[in-house]
């Protein structure tokens, strides 16, 4: 991936297997949190890239432009495809150093999602992680639905090139009302569009 991750160990391995349970301080502690940084200029020559292959707008801004909330961002860049059923992805660069992608409606991929020692995060995982995201939201490989009977349910599935995962969670009727009202929806059925080539 071009991107060189050097004088990175597992912080709490020290002769152990990667088997055994990290010791208990290391979930309060981040070793070497500079190791993500390598995320920052992948994601933005992912954005790059999206934006000579597709039919997108393009935004970009310091801090987060109001698009993600719960983390500290140094800028933002948001691509929204021409196509209103293709899913519009927000990349934020958090000062951890991270990415946090917002796509679609709802759905949201922290990278890393954690960062402490006892997470062990590989940086080599998370730029993976990146482009797998990413290339499955161009090709149109997110569903996002809300299902209310007898509860309310929000359901986030991903079906990307050898990879799935999905997430589903209860909601309560505050959290299902402010998702409902939320400016950006998913299109009928849930499963967003590709996105449009640029011609």
């Known amino acids: 991936m071009g991107q060189r991750l050097v004088g990175w160990r597992h912080p709490h391995l020290n002769g152990r297997t990667s088997m055994d349970s990290p010791p208990p301080d290391a ?16 994601a933005r020559a992912l ?5 000579r292959r597709f039919d997108v707008q393009v935004e970009r801004g310091e ?8 983390a500290t961002l140094t800028e933002y860049i948001r691509l929204v495809p021409t196509d209103p059923a293709a899913a519009p992805l927000v990349i934020g660069f958090t000062n951890f150093p991270g990415i946090i992608l917002r796509v679609g ?27 797998e995201h990413v290339a499955a939201t161009a090709a149109g490989a997110l569903t996002e639905r809300i299902t209310v009977a007898p509860d309310p349910w929000l359901e986030t ?7 799935s995962s999905g997430n589903r969670g209860s909601l309560s009727h505050d959290a299902l009302r402010e998702l409902r009202d939320h400016p950006i929806q998913p299109p009928p059925g849930g499963r967003w569009n590709p996105w449009p080539p640029r011609t």
């Not at 954005?47 to 934006?51: C, G, I, N």
């Not at 409606?105 to 482009?131: I, M, R, S």
Request: net charge negative; charged share 25%.
């Open 105 to 131: 409606a709802w759905a949201k991929v922290a990278l890393p999602a954690c960062g402490c020692d006892a997470c062990n995060d590989d940086p080599a995982d998370l730029l993976e992680k990146l482009h």
């Open 63 to 70: 801090g987060s432009g109001g698009y993600i909330t719960g």
């Open 27 to 42: 979930y309060d502690r981040v070793t070497n949190p500079e190791r993500f940084a390598v995320l920052h200029p992948a």
């Open 47 to 51: 954005a790059e890239d999206l934006e």
């Open 157 to 163: 599935h991903w079906e990307g090139d050898g990879w």
